[in-house]
């Protein structure tokens, strides 16, 4: 299917776990986001991707790796899960018009 | 930093009410985008603004574009329980980058 899609769609992880968030979008669109989206914050970028490997830290990189081997994939690790990066993730690809965004991924860390 | 405040935060109304959400900036952007997202799904876009005192429609949606290119408003006119959602402003950070508000959250009850 054409699109953005975001695997798992629910994830739950323990403290210090190493975990990854699967973007993939059909469009070949160069730019690609990562953005967490927390009560009262609104949508914060983490990491953004210009095209296959080259990537750049956002507003709130700090415990973030990405990496884009294909432009296709985004994956989104969190190395060592912490509390505070229980939210909800989403990735964007942006085309002519502006930003599509997938359906998200909700993240609990415990 | 950019920032976009969003007023008001939350909003309940009854179906057939007019309202106007408002998207404010110090800062001057180049277009601003507004989305809508739907519990369980990544914003959508509705409209993009990009001239000083540029006025969109949307069917019953209405954006306006702020004459300095700092503030945005969206009006909806005679709500119905369809648009609930969260509004989301979003002004251009540079080329490919955008900053989003911390939105409205807009229910209209039946």
Same mark, same amino acid.
């Given at each position: ?110 | ?17 007019? +309202? $106007? ?8 952007? /180049? =277009? %601003? ?5 739907? !519990? *369980? ?19 019953? +949606? $209405? ?8 503030? /945005? =408003? %969206? ?5 119905? !329980? *369809? ?20 939105? $409205? ?6």
């Amino acid at each position: 299917d054409a699109g953005i899609t975001q695997s798992p769609r629910y994830k739950i992880t323990e403290t210090g776990r190493q975990v990854t968030l699967m973007c993939h979008q059909t469009w070949s669109h160069s730019y690609m986001f990562w953005y967490r989206q927390d009560l009262g914050h609104g949508l914060r970028l983490i990491y953004y991707s210009a095209a296959a490997d080259i990537t750049d830290k956002g507003e709130v990189p700090d415990g973030y790796v990405v990496s884009r081997s294909k432009t296709e994939n985004f994956p989104l690790t969190l190395e060592s899960a912490t509390r505070s990066q229980t939210s909800v993730y989403f990735c964007a690809s942006r085309g002519q018009h502006g930003y599509t965004f997938g359906s998200g991924t909700r993240l609990t860390v415990v | 930093t950019q920032l976009l405040e969003q007023s008001p935060q939350f909003l309940s109304i009854q179906e057939g009410e007019n +309202l $106007t959400v408002y998207c404010n900036s110090s800062s001057v952007f /180049s =277009s %601003l985008q507004w989305y809508r997202q739907e !519990p *369980g799904e990544g914003p959508v876009l509705l409209v993009t603004v990009v001239t000083g005192g540029e006025v969109k429609k949307l069917k019953r +949606l $209405t954006f306006q574009f702020g004459d300095a290119r700092k503030d /945005s =408003s %969206l009006h909806i006119t005679a709500a119905q !329980p *369809g648009d609930t959602g969260l509004y989301l402003c979003a002004g251009a950070s540079g080329t490919y980058k955008y900053i989003f508000g911390t939105g $409205t959250r807009l229910k209209v009850l039946a």
